[in-house]
């Protein structure tokens, strides 16, 4: 007839901070570009489980595609480049151009545009969130009480100086006479 009450919410990932996203973004793109490509599914399968998107998830398969024709292609292309045709040199360009291209550019844009769909976060930790109000039917949770039956523990004394320092103390103030007598002399 009442229910159990309100369910409770899911807790929510916290968001990275700027730094830490602006770190992976740069190790996923110099992975790409210094992979030439071929590593540009890294990138995409990080977007896609970050977005949990399906046309993330296409996107990435799509790369895959795309890279696993790329290598196939290297593999059956001539081993000296003199032998291959100006043809084959161009396709394998703006293969590679376009695979490069395309994955930094949507890898970027959507990342970027998922955090800040996200807000941006602060800049320090957030306060901790207000008990929320009791319902009607709920008793309030028992107060702490103070024991009376508690000793008091009285705050420690501070420690005299140890005698190792009494006797620096007397050598110092024994060398800065001496020295001192000793300028006057002079």
Known sequence: MHGYGPTPQ????????????????????????????????VAML?????????????????VAV?????FVFFTESPEDPDDMSDA????????????LTGVLTYYLYAEIRH??????PPPYAAPAPAAPAPLPYQRLPPQQQPNPYTVQVPPPTPMPAPRRLDQVRAELDELSDYLRKEGEGR
């Open 46 to 62: 990080r977007l896609a489980v970050v977005t949990r998107r399906r046309r993330d998830w296409a996107v990435m398969a799509v």
């Open 88 to 99: 084959q040199a161009l396709l394998l360009m703006f293969w590679l151009v376009a695979v």
């Open 115 to 120: 955090y800040s769909a996200l807000g941006s």
């Open 10 to 41: 899911q807790p929510t990932p916290p968001r990275p901070t700027s730094a830490t996203l602006t770190a992976v973004r740069v190790i996923l793109v110099t992975v790409t570009v210094l992979s030439c490509g071929l590593l540009g599914w």
């Open 66 to 70: 795309l890279n696993i024709g790329l």
